[in-house]
T-cell receptor
Framework: DSGVTQTPKHLITATGQRVTLRCSPR?????VYWYQQSLDQGLQFLIQ???????AKGNILERFSAQQFPDLHSELNLSSLELGDSALYFC?????????????FGSGTQLSVL | QQQVKQSPQSLIVQKGGISIINCAYE??????FPWYQQFPGKGPALLIA?????SEKKEGRFTISFNKSAKQFSLHIMDSQPGDSATYFC??????????FGRGTSLIVHP
């Protein structure tokens, strides 16, 4: 068990809808990362937060947004969903977001857009 | 542009054999190269990592070989076991500490 908790584990929704994925980092970790995993693209970095503030942005669509709350949990909001957004979304956390720091991944949220 | 290219996409090995997964990178500023292991239904977990100041790092049956001049690194799994069956991701990061992942290799070890 990595100590990172993601909810829900599975999410089925329709195109055009909006969903929220939730992540609780390991106790003491200040940095949270969101990744999207699909068969054709592998693990794609979306966005990183450190202690409530956005630190780095990757291939995140404008329809997607995220935030990290004062208790350090994070939420990834996906709106105007399209079929192509179906993927496994992972949250990871690390102690301070420093270079070479070990990432601890949650078990992911499987999103299916029908 | 894919900064870390991983091959093969899938690999089937007999128990006791050697599994070899290769990665190549383009950005010479990368200075940290971790490998992650992912079992079905789980998130990736750090397996082993190397920095470019060494050419090889070994932990148990797992070895990373690093060739800085060729910008390549590889994971060798000696005496492969069915329990090693998983997806393996190589990654690379630089000063921005966001690892860029390869597309993954699905390893199946037959008993």
């Amino acid at each position: 068990d990595s100590g990172v908790t993601q909810t829900p584990k599975h999410l089925i929704t329709a195109t055009g809808q909006r969903v929220t994925l939730r992540c609780s980092p390991r106790s003491g970790d200040l940095s949270v990362y969101w990744y999207q995993q699909s068969l054709d693209q592998g693990l794609q970095f979306l966005i990183q937060y450190y202690n409530g503030e956005e630190r780095a942005k990757g291939n995140i669509l404008e329809r997607f947004s995220a935030q990290q709350f004062p208790d350090l949990h994070s939420e990834l909001n996906l709106s105007s969903l399209e079929l192509g957004d179906s993927a496994l979304y992972f949250c990871a956390s690390s102690e301070a977001g420093r270079r070479g720091e070990k990432l601890f991944f949650g078990s992911g949220t499987q999103l299916s857009v029908l | 542009q894919q900064q870390v290219k991983q091959s093969p996409q899938s690999l089937i090995v007999q128990k006791g054999g050697i599994s070899i997964i290769n990665c190549a990178y383009e950005n010479t500023a990368f200075d940290y190269f971790p490998w992650y292991q992912q079992f079905p239904g789980k998130g990736p977990a750090l397996l082993i990592a190397i920095r470019p100041d060494v050419s090889e790092k070994k932990e148990g049956r797992f070895t990373i070989s690093f060739n800085k001049s060729a910008k390549q690194f590889s994971l060798h799994i000696m005496d492969s076991q069915p329990g090693d069956s998983a997806t393996y991701f190589c990654a690379a990061s630089r000063g921005s500490y966001i690892p860029t992942f390869g597309r993954g290799t699905s390893l199946i070890v037959h008993p």
